[in-house]
């Protein structure tokens, strides 16, 4: 499980982008590279990363499913994703 701190960081960031969004939008539309600037540096998209929904593990990530390879392999052998299933030949 990923810290908690972590956790609360990824999710101030995502509202932060979100909170941006319209202004971004429109401001790129415009070309107003310079206003952009003075975005805080959260506000872009870029920032974000992708974490496990389960664990909030960061590295590994099945983009997919939204999960880590450990929590999809678990998940999987216990027939808990529907579709997916060991393979064998």
Known sequence: ??????LERDKRKRE???KYAALRAE???K???ASICQLPRNASPTR???RCIVTGRRRAFM???KLSRI???ELASSGMIPGVTKSSW
Not at 1 to 6: D, E, Y
Request: glycine residues 0%; proline residues 0%; positive net charge.
């Open 31 to 33: 070309k107003d590279y």
């Open 63 to 65: 983009r997919r499913f």
């Open 16 to 18: 932060t982008v979100e």
């Open 1 to 6: 499980m990923a810290k908690t701190s972590w």
């Open 27 to 29: 401001l790129k539309a």
């Open 71 to 73: 929590t999809f392999r």
């Open 48 to 50: 974000l990363v992708n």
